[in-house]
């Protein structure tokens, strides 16, 4: 990745979160903690934030209550190869008829180029992949009560009763923080919270992850590894973590990424276990 871009995502991660911590930048953006600690440096001495002990701070810290997940525009330029790549593979294993629920988040942002040839009905909380799918006027599409969360792009709801309720699909398809032998992690109660409602709606739960999900950690799981079906990630993932999966007798599908933003060929699917 580029300096410019890197410069660009930490600060919109910044301004969004209004402090960020260096280890978090080197997940985010897969690059050594000498390298982020430079960028911030840089980026401090040009007035764009401020440097703190561990991290980085914005110069005008928000106050207001939000979600503790990364933005959306800030995510969605990370990875974005891998993402596509594992989304053609989550496409692949839906039929046409079948009725889904999909979990807001960039990775299954991605699907929308690769439902055309079907026909669905999808009950999803990502506002944007719901807008998105309903121009082909080929989907019913049911989206959930709640508030709209517009730099995560999902709509969240509180309260027990929603349209989640009366919805059942036969692929819950979700990305996720973190995905490791505790089971599948995110980091916001609200956000945690509306997944579990989501699982309650779907059989099968398959999980889009680039392989620097399968490094992260929090303190909140979402689901065990018991309660997943298929894992779909990217063949940089390390051989010890997709044995964790595998030894679990979870379905591991691992991708090459897209680089090219072309369709790839057959030879990218590398491995289903």
């Not at 909380?125 to 709640?146: D, K, V, W, Y």
Request: aromatic letters at 4%; hydrophobic letters at 45%.
């Amino acid at each position: 990745m580029l300096e410019r871009e890197r410069h660009r995502i930490i600060l919109n991660l910044v301004e969004d979160r209004s402090v960020v911590s260096v280890t978090e930048l080197v997940e985010l953006l897969v690059a050594s903690e000498a390298t982020i600690r430079r960028d911030i440096a840089a980026m401090a001495d040009r007035g764009e934030l401020r440097r703190v002990r561990g991290g980085a701070e914005a110069l005008r810290p928000r106050h207001q209550a939000h979600l503790g997940a990364v933005h959306f525009a800030t995510e969605e330029r990370v990875c974005f190869a891998e993402k596509r790549a594992i989304a053609r593979a989550a496409a692949a294993l839906l039929e046409d008829g079948d009725s889904i629920v999909i979990n807001g988040g960039t990775t299954t942002y991605r699907l929308v180029e690769f439902l055309d040839d079907l026909k669905l009905d999808i009950l999803t909380n990502s506002f944007s992949l719901a807008s998105e799918l309903m121009q082909g006027n080929r989907h019913r599409i049911t989206i959930p009560g709640g508030t709209i969360y517009p730099q995560q792009n999902i709509v969240l709801s509180p309260f027990d009763h929603d349209t989640t309720k009366h919805f059942a699909g036969r692929l819950l398809l979700t990305g996720c923080y973190g995905l490791n032998s505790f089971g599948m992690m995110e980091t916001d109660p609200l956000i945690v919270q509306a997944q579990i409602k989501l699982l309650e709606c779907a059989e099968k739960l398959v999980i889009l992850a680039d392989s620097r999900k399968l490094r992260q950690r929090s303190s909140m799981v979402v689901a065990p590894l018991t309660r997943i079906t298929t894992v779909i990630t990217d063949s940089g993932a390390a051989p010890e973590d997709l044995e964790v999966l595998r030894a679990a007798g979870i379905e591991t599908i691992v991708v090459e990424p897209d680089e090219t933003g072309v369709e790839p060929a057959v030879k990218g699917l590398l491995h289903v276990a």
